[in-house]
């Protein structure tokens, strides 16, 4: 059974950085797409980002272009997304998930495997 579990959470002023990791155990992830997800209190679950298997192709919301950058270390089975120039509104719980194909959109359907969630919490 493969397991995800996101690291990396935590509480960071306006304007900070924050890098979560997501580390898959079960089974290698290399030929997997992984992506990011988030849910704040008393909304949706919505899509933050996705990767290819290989790392060659990314996908972003467009609330996050430009600030959040997606990558992953097929070697070590984990991914990774680094979080600039945060806002109040990424406030939220954030999902590691694993696709069972090599490439994956932004559907939460696409996604197999889930982890738990870290939470970010982002103070103005």
């Known amino acids: 059974q493969v397991q995800v579990v996101e690291s990396g959470g935590g509480l960071v002023q306006a304007g900070g950085s924050l890098r979560l990791s997501c580390t898959a155990s079960?089974?290698?992830?290399?030929?997997?797409?992984m992506g990011w997800f988030r849910q704040a209190p008393g909304k949706d679950r919505e899509f933050v980002a996705s990767i290819s298997w290989s790392g060659g192709s990314t996908n972003y919301a467009d609330s996050v272009k430009g600030r959040f950058t997606i990558s992953r270390e097929n070697a070590k089975n984990t991914m990774f997304l680094q979080m600039n120039s945060l806002k109040s509104e990424d406030t939220a719980v954030y999902y590691c998930?694993?696709?069972?194909?090599?490439?994956?959109?932004?559907?939460?359907?696409?996604?197999?495997?889930w982890g738990q969630g870290t939470q970010v919490t982002v103070s103005s």
């Open positions: 079960g089974r290698t992830l290399s030929t997997s797409a």
């Open positions: 998930a694993a696709a069972k194909y090599g490439f994956a959109g932004s559907s939460p359907r696409a996604y197999s495997y």
